[in-house]
Each structure stands twice: as structure tokens, then as C-alpha cells.
T-cell receptor
Framework: EDQVTQSPEALRLQEGESSSLNCSYTVSGLRGLFWYRQDPGKGPEFLFTLYSAGEEKEKERLKATLTKKESFLHITAPKPEDSATYLCAVQGGTGFQKLVFGTGTRLLVSP | DAGVIQSPRHEVTEMGQEVTLRCKPISGHNSLFWYRQTMMRGLELLIYFNNNVPIDDSGMPEDRFSAKMPNASFSTLKIQPSEPRDSAVYFC?????????????FGPGTRLTVL
């Protein structure tokens, strides 16, 4: 059974203090690893898809990396507007396969 | 485009009542997903439609839950009868493509409270 574990559950940073969020996964035949951002009271918003170990993607202050067992979301010099819950999900197998989501990391960036 | 539209945004009902949640996907998207989000279990897929046909309903918790997609621009999720453990935020998402691999666009969700 596909599983995703995210850590830490919550993270508090000062503005400008860089850090990383972790997503550990087990999946049968990884097809993709997805990162979403969710603001309070809103639906998740897509950030990245990573397909194979060694792949990296960047968007503004965020960089996602992937190994065979985990993914990291690196946040460089965060700003208060980066405060949100970050969700990781994996998809494996062939044909249609559902995304299996972790429970997320709640990030709070203080000015 | 207005994005995925869900209604109502909030629903409070009493145990045993019927609840109907509604979703309008993004025009041109042919895949539609219903998810449920709780603190304990996170975000879980309930059912997936492709070209208006239910493809995977393995996440539907029990017979009290049913979903329909009569056309490409409308879907409903019905709970009858509702129970307190159904309290959660229900999201509808849409995307293009049959495999679920493409970016999914989520609606704002319906927060359901069953008393």
C-alpha cells in the first residue's frame, strides 16, 4: 500500500530563515510525486511534480528535490506570505491511480 | 475561467438528513475528483470520474455516499443519511487527462458539519 509521511507536522520560522520540509514515501512504481500548497479555508494549489530520483524543480523561494525514498521542499529566505500547509502526494502504478496524500506540514513564517 | 466552483461553502445539518454537495469543474477538463479532508486522515479520494463516467469509487466509505456526473459541467456528491462522522471538508477537483497524473485544480471546498 502506498504511504506518505510528512515531517515536521508544524514548523515556525522567522522571515529569512531557510529550512526544509520532508516527505518520505513508499510506492509501487513511482509515477510522480506532487507538492501542493493549501491556505486556510481554501483548496490545495499545485506547486510541482517530480518524476524521477535526482530531479529538482524551483519556483520563486521554493525548490523541490526527489530521491528514491523521499522528497524535500526547500524554502529559501521565506516571507510571511509563504505561510501555509504544504501537502505531498505520490502516484504509482499504471493507468489511473489515485494520489495518496500526506497529512501536511503547517508552516508559519513570522515577520 | 472562474476555477472549480463548489456549493454550498458551508453546510450544517442534523444526523439522518440528506446532504447534497455540488461541483462545477473547469470548462474543458474531462477528469473530476471528489476528496474528503479531515485532521486525522488528511486528504482522501472518494471517487474519480473521467468523461462523466465513474472510474474509481473505491474510496466511497459506504452505501450512504453516492456521486453522479450527469454532464461535463456538473457533479453531485450525496450523503443519505448523514452521520456525525461525515463531518469534514469536501473538495472537488478537476484536471485534463485520464490518468490522474496532471495538475489537479481544487475548488474552495464545502465544510460539512453533521450534528
Amino acid at each position: 500500500e502506498d504511504q506518505v509521511t510528512q515531517s515536521p507536522e508544524a514548523l515556525r520560522l522567522q522571515e529569512g530563515e531557510s529550512s526544509s520540509l520532508n516527505c518520505s514515501y513508499t510506492v509501487s512504481g513511482l509515477r510522480g510525486l506532487f507538492w501542493y500548497r493549501q491556505d486556510p479555508g481554501k483548496g490545495p494549489e499545485f506547486l510541482f511534480t517530480l518524476y524521477s530520483a535526482g530531479e529538482e524543480k524551483e519556483k520563486e523561494r521554493l525548490k523541490a528535490t526527489l530521491t528514491k525514498k523521499e522528497s524535500f521542499l526547500h524554502i529559501t529566505a521565506p516571507k510571511p506570505e509563504d505561510s501555509a500547509t504544504y501537502l505531498c502526494a505520490v502516484q504509482g502504478g499504471t493507468g489511473f491511480q489515485k494520489l495518496v496524500f500526506g497529512t501536511g506540514t503547517r508552516l508559519l513564517v513570522s515577520p | 475561467d472562474a476555477g472549480v466552483i463548489q456549493s454550498p461553502r458551508h453546510e450544517v445539518t442534523e444526523m439522518g438528513q440528506e446532504v447534497t454537495l455540488r461541483c462545477k469543474p473547469i470548462s474543458g477538463h474531462n477528469s473530476l475528483f471528489w476528496y474528503r479532508q479531515t485532521m486525522m486522515r488528511g486528504l482522501e479520494l472518494l471517487i474519480y470520474f473521467n468523461n462523466n463516467v465513474p472510474i474509481d469509487d473505491s474510496g466511497m466509505p459506504e452505501d450512504r455516499f453516492s456521486a453522479k456526473m450527469p454532464n461535463a459541467s456538473f457533479s453531485t456528491l450525496k450523503i443519505q443519511p448523514s452521520e456525525p462522522r461525515d463531518s469534514a471538508v469536501y473538495f472537488c477537483a478537476s484536471s485534463f487527462g485520464p490518468t490522474g497524473s496532471n495538475e489537479q485544480f481544487f475548488g474552495p471546498g464545502t465544510r460539512l458539519t453533521v450534528l
